[in-house]
């Protein structure tokens, strides 16, 4: 199989960023939401957050297909906050392992290279050992973990911040 390849996403993109998204919501516990964003929810924050915004939304394809993706929003909504970026980055479960994700990162933090962005945030739903082993590679740093932050699927859940200077 050839090297994954990254490219700003399009809004034809969506539906399959949307579909390995949902994924993730509907079967596990690595992401805190738990309902899926509708066609229009993905359209609407696209448009306004990437199109007309600040952010990021980058596509890895494998053989022509979209298999992952990275997006990048504001940490926290208050002013302050606006030189810290979260970031979330979801690869197609069975195309995990194949350099999708660190193909992803990788031109990411090219992209954040000489910008105001200071700082890069993953919070990861414990436990997730990929993610955990994905990030510290990426050179993140374990900042702290709170404890049954969240309930998702009758069980409480742990959620470990991880920091990366920009
Ligand atoms: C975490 C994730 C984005 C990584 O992307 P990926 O394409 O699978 O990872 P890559 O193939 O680019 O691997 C890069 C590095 O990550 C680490 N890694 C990836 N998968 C791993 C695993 N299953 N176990 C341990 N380390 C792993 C390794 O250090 C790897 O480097 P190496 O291949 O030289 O050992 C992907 O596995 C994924 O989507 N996971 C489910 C969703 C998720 O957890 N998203 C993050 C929420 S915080």
């Known amino acids: 199989m050839s090297a994954p390849t990254v490219r700003d996403a399009t ?13 993730y919501v509907v079967r596990t516990t690595m992401t805190f939401n738990t309902e899926v964003r509708t ?5 609407e924050r696209f448009e306004r957050d990437i199109l007309d915004g600040p952010y ?6 494998l ?9 990048t929003q504001r940490f926290r909504p208050k002013p302050a906050y ?10 197609d479960p069975e195309a995990r392992g194949t350099g999708a994700g660190g193909a992803l990162y990788g031109e990411l933090f090219r992209r954040l290279e000489d910008t105001s962005y200071h700082r890069a945030y993953s ?4 436990p997730n050992e990929a993610s955990v082993r994905f990030h510290e590679r990426w050179g993140f740093v374990h900042r702290g973990t709170l404890t049954e932050a969240g309930y998702k ?11 990366r200077a920009l």
């Open 39 to 43: 066609p229009r929810e993905w359209i």
């Open 11 to 23: 809004a034809g993109d969506l539906p399959a960023v949307a579909a390995i998204y949902t994924h």
């Open 123 to 126: 919070i990861i739903a414990l």
């Open 153 to 163: 699927f009758g069980q409480y859940l742990d959620v470990a911040y991880y920091e």
């Open 63 to 71: 053989e022509g297909v979209v298999r992952g993706y990275v997006e």
């Open 82 to 91: 606006a030189r810290s970026l979260e970031l979330s980055v979801y690869v």
């Open 56 to 61: 990021h939304l980058l596509v890895a394809e």
